[in-house]
């Protein structure tokens, strides 16, 4: 049985994934690690702005880094984050014309 997980511990852990560069920072890191440079690559960023959103995902621990000489490689933690932004997608394919409807929130 899961241990009711507080729900504050709940909002931080999701705040991670509200944010689109984050969520293209770990979709760019989802199967393999890379380098800042390589992630400011595919996501056309700013460096300085993909560094701040790395930190965010690092601090939550949704990724790692690994140093290699001068260069730090980031990559997803573990499986069950990689699983969970699968899921993400499964759920969103079935919901998504209800999601892009919906004019509760506005995001940008």
């Given at each position: 049985m899961v241990?009711?997980?507080?729900i504050d511990i709940k909002m931080k852990f999701l705040h991670g994934f509200s944010n689109?560069?984050?969520?293209?920072?770990?979709?760019?890191?989802k199967t393999e690690e890379k380098t800042v440079t390589q992630i400011v690559?595919?996501?056309?960023?700013?460096q300085s702005n993909i560094s701040q959103h790395l930190a965010c995902l690092k601090?939550?621990?949704?990724i790692v880094g690994r140093q290699d000489g001068k260069y730090v490689y980031y990559r997803v933690r573990n499986q069950l984050v990689r699983d969970l932004?699968?899921?993400f997608d499964v759920v969103l394919e079935d919901i998504q014309n209800d999601?892009?409807?919906?004019?509760?929130?506005?995001?940008?």
């Open positions: 241990e009711k997980v507080d689109k560069t984050r969520i293209q920072i770990l979709e760019s890191i690559d595919d996501l056309n960023g700013n601090g939550c621990r949704l932004l699968t899921n999601i892009a409807c919906c004019n509760s929130h506005i995001y940008q």
